[in-house]
Nanobody, 126 residues
Framework: QVQLVESGGGLVQAGGSLRLSCAAS????????MGWFRQAPGKEREFVAA????????YYADSVKGRFTISRDNAKNTVYLQLNSLKPEDTAVYYC???????????????????WGQGTQVTVSS
């Protein structure tokens, strides 16, 4: 089994920044892609960002493009999401996810991901 543990969420004012981390442990794969999703109250889970195994390919939702940056440190089995210029509409539980079947693909589809973290709350006040 793979365990994914997110951290770094919190309460921040609009315009502020946060850095989320997601550490993977347990069963290891030779390569895997990672993604971030979020779910706001009363809404469906939505794609935020994804990164391929080597980090050479990234993809962002239009709503966060230019404000959020995904990165990874494979030596630490950790993926990061830098959140800048936060808006109240960014308030949500943020989940990281692992896709071992397509390590070089940055999928936007939740069903493509095999393992999920428990989520970390991000709250942006106006």
């Amino acid at each position: 089994q793979v365990q994914l543990v997110e951290s770094g969420g919190g309460l921040v004012q609009a315009g502020g920044s946060l850095r989320l981390s997601c550490a993977a442990s347990g069963r290891t794969f030779s390569s895997y892609a990672m993604g971030w999703f979020r779910q706001a109250p009363g809404k469906e889970r939505e794609f935020v960002a994804a990164i391929s195994w080597g980090g050479g390919s990234t993809y962002y939702a239009d709503s966060v493009k230019g404000r959020f940056t995904i990165s990874r440190d494979n030596a630490k089995n950790t993926v990061y999401l830098q959140l800048n210029s936060l808006k109240p509409e960014d308030t949500a539980v943020y989940y990281c996810a692992l896709d071992w079947a397509q390590p070089f693909i940055t999928s936007t589809q939740a069903y493509e991901y095999d393992y999920w973290g428990q989520g970390t709350q991000v709250t942006v006040s106006s």
